[in-house]
């Protein structure tokens, strides 16, 4: 199992980006998936996930109305379009597979990472 995020910057407050994680090894559409954030000093949290088809997913209060998840089957990617960013955005993000029969947004539900991609928020 592989999972290849990418697309972390340097963006200006109310900046746009778009990650994107590349997975391989398993059979992509048979999985939910989530991105998750951890800022220096902070514990890992969970800003989004999707389910297995690209309808139904949950946000964090902290980025509802802002970020939206996706995913494409036929690409074996799922994104985060992250708009309106701001400085408390800055964080690593790391995308995750949630392991069968998981539940929720608990790290612990999740059994494999991405190397994470740096996202840096300047005000």
């Known amino acids: 199992v592989q999972l290849q995020a990418s697309g972390g910057g340097l963006v200006q407050a109310g900046g746009s980006l778009r990650l994107s994680c590349a997975a391989s090894?398993?059979?992509?559409?048979?999985?939910?998936m989530g991105w998750f954030r951890q800022a220096p000093g902070k514990e890992r949290e969970c800003v989004a996930y999707i389910g297995r088809s690209d309808i139904g997913a949950y946000y964090s209060d902290s980025v509802k109305g802002r970020f939206t998840i996706s995913r494409d089957n036929a690409k074996n990617t799922v994104y985060l379009q992250m708009n309106n960013l701001k400085p408390e955005d800055t964080a690593v993000y790391y995308c995750?597979?949630?392991?069968?029969?998981?539940?929720?947004?608990?790290?612990?539900?999740?059994?494999?990472w991405g190397q994470g991609t740096l996202v840096t928020v300047s005000s």
């Open positions: 090894g398993f059979i992509f559409v048979g999985y939910s």
């Open positions: 995750a597979r949630r392991r069968v029969g998981g539940l929720g947004a608990s790290r612990y539900e999740y059994d494999y």
